[in-house]
């Protein structure tokens, strides 16, 4: 792309940070530019971000409604999978999927409430008094 045609569209960040980009210039080199954004990669955030609202809004109604604990509400509240949450506490994924019972989070230690909540950068109060 050349460097007259660097998108400079607003963006969701354009007031904070801009983007640098190869472009090339008059000799046909490439070199490094700033943009404010891109419309098309704005809409691309925009439509990703609405997918994570829906997910955490679904999940906490799946708490609210007593199907889910809230173990799983600040899984998808904090953006991590079965993998990343493994990797920050500890726990095997296998337990973690059983800890989203609600019947089964109730029974947890205070020990594997606070790894969860640590995870979570949340107290374990938070945790345990979450109802959706």
């Known amino acids: ?3 007259e045609d660097l998108p400079q569209d ?3 960040l354009d007031k904070f940070t801009r983007e640098v980009c190869y472009v090339k ?3 046909g080199k490439y ?3 700033l943009s404010k954004g891109w419309d098309v ?3 691309a955030l925009d439509s990703a971000w609405e997918e994570v609202n829906e997910r955490v ?3 906490r109604k799946a708490v609210a409604n007593g199907e889910k604990s809230p173990v799983y509400y600040f899984m998808e509240l904090r953006l991590m999978d079965l993998p990343v949450l493994s990797g920050y506490t500890g726990i095997f994924p296998f ?3 059983r800890h989203f019972k609600p019947s089964v989070f109730k029974g947890l230690s205070e020990r594997k409430l606070e790894k969860y909540a640590k995870a979570f950068d949340i ?3 938070e945790l345990k008094n979450f109802k959706g």
Do not use: R
């Open 1 to 3: 792309m050349k460097k």
């Open 10 to 12: 607003p963006g969701a």
């Open 25 to 27: 210039n008059d000799e």
């Open 31 to 33: 070199e490094t530019a």
């Open 41 to 43: 990669k704005k809409q």
């Open 57 to 59: 809004e679904d999940a």
């Open 95 to 97: 337990f973690i999927k």
């Open 123 to 125: 107290t374990v109060d």
